[in-house]
């Protein structure tokens, strides 16, 4: 099981930007398939993007051209570099470690506690 620790949530103004964090238990290095996800209270959790294990990305449409998924194995950290944040995308943003990238979170074994982001004014 991968176990992981987000961090980098905040307040930030809409339009504004952020860089979340995901340290994950063992090398990602070409061996773990990582995405992150958000989950608004009363709402079901939502995929965000993904990176596979050969570092290509995948994005939910209605974060394309604006959110970054990358990964720096020097530090085994996975980021999410978040552009032009709209107020509904606050939320509680979670990263695992999905079976492949499929845009869910089948084979998703453990959880984080997330990090929390508020856009607002």
């Known amino acids: 099981q991968v176990h992981v620790v987000e961090s980098g949530g905040g307040l930030v103004q809409p339009g504004g930007s952020l860089r979340l964090s995901c340290a994950p238990s063992?090398?990602?290095?070409?061996?773990?398939?990582m995405g992150w996800y958000r989950q608004v209270p009363g709402k079901e959790r939502e995929w965000v993007a993904c990176?596979?294990?050969?570092?290509?990305?995948y994005y939910a449409d209605s974060v394309k051209g604006r959110f970054t998924i990358s990964k720096d194995v020097s530090k085994n950290t996975v980021y999410l570099e978040m552009n032009n944040l709209k107020s509904d995308e606050a939320a509680d943003y979670y990263c695992?470690?999905?079976?492949?990238?499929?845009?869910?979170?089948?084979?998703?074994?453990?959880w984080g506690q997330g990090t929390q982001v508020t856009v607002s004014p």
């Open positions: 990176i596979s294990r050969d570092g290509k990305t």
């Open positions: 063992g090398s990602i290095f070409s061996t773990t398939v």
């Open positions: 695992a470690a999905p079976a492949e990238c499929r845009g869910d979170y089948a084979g998703v074994l453990t």
